[in-house]
Nanobody, 127 residues
Framework: QVQLVESGGGSVQAGGSLRLSCAAS????????MGWFRQAPGKEREGVAT???????SYADAVKGRFTISKDDAKNTLYLQMNSLKPEDTAMYSC?????????????????????WGQGTQVTVSS
């Protein structure tokens, strides 16, 4: 059984940084597509970044140049380094996994395309 556990969220001021972690158990990263998603109150869940098993990455336009997705295979942990945070980045951030290649990061149906989800970690950015 695949389990994903996020950590690293918190409250920061605009311009600050946070690093989110997603610890995985029950499978090996190289065979899976991993993604970070976020959902703000009253808004749809949106893709933030994805990472294929071959190391290729994709980012939402809103975070390009500020966020970096990466993984540590030895620790079976996925990361999201978030720099130059903005108030509009405030949301619940969740990691997700699926077998095979990642769909486009801006997919409209992530809940049905990703089989495994973590519980989420809250990120709040104040101005």
């Amino acid at each position: 059984q695949v389990q994903l556990v996020e950590s690293g969220g918190g409250s920061v001021q605009a311009g600050g940084s946070l690093r989110l972690s997603c610890a995985a158990s029950g499978y090996t990263y190289p065979r899976y597509c991993m993604g970070w998603f976020r959902q703000a109150p009253g808004k749809e869940r949106e893709g933030v970044a994805t990472l294929n098993g071959d190391g290729s990455t994709s980012y939402a336009d809103a975070v390009k140049g500020r966020f970096t997705i990466s993984k540590d295979d030895a620790k079976n942990t996925l990361y999201l380094q978030m720099n130059s945070l903005k108030p509009e980045d405030t949301a619940m951030y969740s990691c997700a996994a699926r077998w095979g290649r990642c769909p486009p990061v801006a997919t409209m149906d992530p809940m049905n395309l990703y089989a495994y989800w973590g519980q989420g970690t809250q990120v709040t950015v104040s101005s």
